[in-house]
């Protein structure tokens, strides 16, 4: 996934974000509706989210020192399990919090701006959609045939996936705003309010668990993708590489691969060939997995490494 479709993304619901977060607060202080105030609450976390995003990648860019060799990568999963730490808390357990006190004491809307929240939450559909349809534009470029759950799940650059789940999460909370809204103005029972908002707060805190969940995994250090696997093991094998005997991959960054592995060389071979072999190995990899950008090889004899695995030398 390119930085640059990942930072248009960004910029585009950042933009959406701070524009809605305006116009939902300027509604809530007219009328005081409670999911007004909850969707101007979770506007400002998302803001805050994509401008966290934006910091994370930019950080992510510094070169490797001596302190951190394989670079600084992992910054971008750090940022983006921040993000799911701030939707959890300040968009859905806040929401959570004012559907209770609007559910203890209900009120309809007041003023005589009752039409404003309507027209907010209309427009704020609009612009969310944009930025839902960008997110969208640049994902298609990298999911290729993938469900879009499997692309949330698998992809290993978590920039999108946050702003699709967080714009997805978004334009369902503007429809269930609206559902609390629209009823509370209808019976002027503020209780519709207060669920409204309740089930926003619910929305947020399932999507917050996913991010969560799914960040964990990249911190921890997932391997390639299966594709990226069999090409790495396929590259490998050639002038001087009989096979590979084992392989382990790592991403240390969203288009940053490990990749280490023994291979196995003829028993005849000199050292100037063998190093030769590997030097050719490394640049076949290289070509065709360019996020590859991290290859340690070790040579060796396959039947050696049998004979250690039979004899238990956990040294060999």
Request: with cysteine; hydrophobic share 55%.
């Amino acid at each position: 996934m390119s930085a640059g479709g990942s930072s248009r993304a960004i910029v585009a619901a950042l933009s959406a974000n701070l524009g809605i977060a305006v116009t939902k607060f300027v509604a809530f202080l007219l009328t005081g509706s409670s999911s007004m105030l909850a969707e101007s609450v979770h506007s400002v976390a998302d803001s805050g989210n994509q401008v966290l995003l934006l910091v994370g990648g930019k950080r992510a860019r510094r070169e490797a020192s001596p302190a951190h060799p394989f670079g600084y990568g992992r910054e971008r999963y750090l940022y983006s399990f921040i993000v799911a730490i701030v939707l959890f808390s300040v968009g859905g357990l806040f929401a959570l919090y004012e559907a209770w006190h609007k559910w203890a004491d209900p009120h309809g809307l007041e003023g005589r701006w009752w039409w404003v929240p309507i027209v907010v939450l209309v427009a704020a559909i609009g612009m969310e959609s944009f930025s839902f349809r960008t997110a969208i534009v640049e994902s298609n470029h990298v999911r290729g045939k993938q469900s879009w759950v499997s692309f949330v799940r698998s992809a290993k650059a978590p920039e999108l996936p946050v702003v699709l789940l967080e714009d997805l999460g978004a334009l369902i909370g503007l429809v269930l705003a609206l559902f609390g809204v629209g009823l509370t103005l209808a019976t002027g029972d503020g209780r519709w309010d207060a669920a409204g908002t309740a089930c926003i707060g619910v929305l947020l805190v399932i999507i917050a668990v996913v991010l969560a969940v799914e960040t964990r995994s990249l911190l921890l250090g997932e391997s390639a993708s299966q594709e990226n696997i069999a090409a790495i093991g396929a590259a490998l094998v050639g002038p001087g590489v009989l096979s590979v005997i084992h392989m382990r991959t790592q991403h240390v960054g969203p288009e940053e691969l490990l990749v280490a592995a023994k291979i196995e060389v003829a028993a005849t071979g000199t050292a100037a060939s063998v190093a030769e072999a590997i030097d050719a190995a490394e640049k076949r990899v290289r070509a065709a997995v360019p996020i590859a950008t991290l290859i340690y090889l070790e040579p060796d004899l396959r039947h050696a490494v049998a004979v250690a695995e039979a004899t238990g030398d956990a040294t060999h």
